[in-house]
């Protein structure tokens, strides 16, 4: 975090040449590569920043990864596996937007980015708890009426309605009818478990793809089997 604020602060100064102009629209391009794709080199991406996270903790999206207001002042990221935010927003554009080259402090995306998440309200300075379940297990029987809104609020954007696959991203597995197509061998236990590591584990330990882990923080493990139920399983 601070590797990236001591190395940009100076150079917004640099690069804006003194003039309020310059100054004031740095922010506006950076909330700009914040909400739309374009802050990824791959035009083939369709997440931004927004996508999973809020600028504000009065927003009421349930997000994969929380809100960003207060992150220029964190001392880690990423659950505590990140230092400085420069490598934490890398492994952003890395591992869900498609950008393998990542930014660097001195380019001028990097600069708009920092200086529009350091106009935000610094809400939450302290590092922000993000656990990923290791270990998968069965989880007890959920309420599939509840899952409906869960599922809504949390999946439905990138998954669409069940069984369309009509969500944001191109691709994403229609649920449920492609789990059940891709492990029929498994079994209905095996297939609530492969449910639950991916909802857990998202793109990492093992899988692939662009999706984000959800954390214990994130969605309990009532609520996930309550969408387990929901979805079918």
């Known amino acids: 975090?601070?590797?990236?604020?001591?190395?940009?602060?100076?150079?917004?100064?640099?690069?804006?040449?003194?003039?309020?102009?310059?100054?004031?629209?740095?922010?506006?391009?950076?909330?700009?590569?914040?909400?739309?794709?374009?802050?990824?080199?791959?035009?083939?991406?369709?997440?931004?920043?927004?996508?999973?996270?809020?600028?504000?903790?009065?927003?009421a999206r349930r997000v994969t990864g929380g809100t960003l207001?207060?992150?220029?002042?964190?001392?880690?990221?990423?659950g505590g596996r990140e230092r400085d935010l420069l490598s934490a927003t890398n492994d952003c554009l890395r591992y869900f937007m498609l950008d393998s080259i990542g930014m660097t402090a001195d380019e001028a995306r990097a600069k708009d980015l920092y200086?529009?998440?350091?106009?935000?309200?610094?809400?939450?300075?302290?590092?922000?708890?993000?656990?990923?379940?290791?270990?998968?297990?069965?989880?007890?029987?959920g309420d599939a009426s509840r899952g409906a809104a869960s599922y809504a609020a949390l999946c439905q954007s990138c998954h669409g309605e069940l069984s369309t696959g009509q969500g944001r991203i191109v691709g994403a597995a229609r649920?449920?009818?492609?789990?059940?197509?891709?492990?029929?061998?498994?079994g209905p236990e095996g297939l609530r478990k492969i449910v639950i590591e991916k909802v857990r584990h998202g793109?990492?330990?093992?899988?692939?793809?662009?999706?984000?882990?959800?954390?214990a923080e994130v969605l309990s493990d009532a609520e996930l089997a309550d969408v387990v139920a929901f979805i079918g399983f």
């Open 203 to 215: 793109a990492f330990l093992g899988y692939s793809g662009r999706m984000p882990p959800f954390s």
């Open 175 to 186: 649920l449920p009818d492609d789990t059940r197509a891709e492990h029929l061998i498994e």
């Open 1 to 59: 975090m601070k590797r990236w604020c001591w190395l940009v602060a100076p150079m917004l100064v640099a690069a804006c040449g003194g003039t309020d102009d310059v100054v004031r629209g740095a922010p506006e391009r950076g909330r700009e590569l914040f909400t739309t794709p374009s802050g990824s080199r791959n035009t083939a991406n369709v997440h931004s920043c927004a996508t999973c996270h809020t600028t504000s903790s009065l927003d």
């Open 69 to 78: 207001a207060g992150v220029v002042a964190r001392p880690s990221f990423w």
């Open 115 to 141: 200086a529009y998440l350091e106009s935000l309200p610094q809400e939450v300075p302290d590092a922000v708890p993000f656990t990923v379940v290791g270990d998968i297990y069965d989880l007890p029987g």
